[in-house]
């Protein structure tokens, strides 16, 4: 990491407003979260009339963020980089360098761009080598955030897989698509989306110091997929779904879901929790189910 975590800083909340490109899964959760912190949050969508923002969140068009940027305090963008780039700095990377209230800046990455290590570790002074081609352009635009940042505080979340209500083993269980696919010694790394928002507001309320953070964000105890198939469907009391063989399960995986099997490593966080003062919420999957069978069930999440 390039920079050492700071202290909390007392803020003047009306000066301190979130931008939040990209009012997705884990963008909601962020401003859910910033906004009961007491962040101002403005949030944009390319589609803002077919979108339902957080209670307290401005939302406004993607094509008319200009005046957002300029006010902004912090900057979070959650958006997929495409074949032409970042799609955030394809249209505001000069308002972006230009604005001088901007203190900091937010990049959700993906912990793909360590690509394979073979079931080894990685941290955060672990050199990217993305294998797949949707990694290598999030690698490419942890970079063109780098040169945008123009020496400002950014902060480059690299994250496992996304779960949470709504997504998560859950739901291909319910549907009858869930299969346990064996393959022995391949674990995956997870992070729950309130742990995300918990880092990102966390990363916010520090004073912010210019460079660039490397950090990573996965739970304590990476895990084969069929195993946590298991404990999903103990937990709803469900028959197990079959047991299926990698090597004939991969004759029917897409492209997409071929390149996610092809990487096999685990994420240490351990790091970047202590440099944001922070403990995650859902430290395993288990933890993380259970919470997420309470919420989907009307029973609450963890206070």
């Known amino acids: 990491m390039t920079h050492a975590a700071g202290q909390t800083e007392a803020v003047d909340r009306r000066a301190d407003t979130l931008v939040i490109f990209g009012l997705g899964y884990s963008g ?11 962040f101002p949050v403005v949030a944009t969508s390319r589609r803002p009339a077919e979108v339902a923002a957080p209670d307290g ?8 963020a200009e005046a957002a940027i300029a006010g902004a305090a912090h900057l979070l963008a959650t958006a997929a980089p495409n074949a032409g780039g970042d799609p955030v700095l394809a249209r505001y990377a000069a308002a972006i360098r ?4 901007l203190r900091w800046i937010g990049y959700l990455s993906t912990t ?20 797949a081609e949707r990694s290598a352009r999030r690698l490419d635009a942890e970079a063109a955030w780098r040169d945008a940042a123009a020496g ?5 979340f690299r994250l496992a897989g996304i779960y949470g209500p709504g997504r998560s ?17 391949h674990a995956f790394g997870r992070i729950h989306r309130d742990d995300i928002a918990r880092a990102v507001v966390a990363a ?13 964000l996965a739970d304590d105890e990476p895990a084969e997929s069929a195993i946590v198939i298991e404990e999903a469907a103990r937990l709803l009391g469900v028959p197990l779904p079959p047991a299926v063989a990698f090597d004939e399960a991969v004759a029917r995986m897409s492209p997409m879901a071929l390149g996610f099997w092809s990487d096999n490593r685990k994420v240490s966080s351990a790091r970047t929790r202590a440099a944001l003062g922070i403990a995650l919420r859902y430290p395993t999957y288990r933890e993380g189910l259970a919470a997420i069978l309470r919420e989907e069930r009307g029973e609450g999440a963890l206070d």
Not at 30 to 38: C, H, L, P, Q, Y
Not at 98 to 101: D, K, L, P, V, Y
Not at 152 to 156: C, F, N, P, S, V
Not at 169 to 185: E, T
């Open 169 to 185: 083993a859950f739901d291909d269980l319910r549907a009858g698509r869930a299969r346990r696919i064996i393959k022995p010694g």
């Open 152 to 156: 400002r505080a950014l902060d480059i």
């Open 57 to 64: 969140t401005d939302l406004i068009a993607f094509s008319d």
């Open 98 to 101: 230009a604005t001088g209230a």
């Open 204 to 216: 916010m309320r520090q004073a912010a110091r210019p460079g660039v953070r490397i950090l990573n």
């Open 112 to 131: 793909g761009v360590y690509g394979d290590r073979a079931g080894g570790w990685v941290d955060e002074d672990t050199e990217p080598a993305p294998r």
């Open 28 to 38: 909601t959760a962020v401003a859910r979260a910033a906004r009961a912190a007491g």
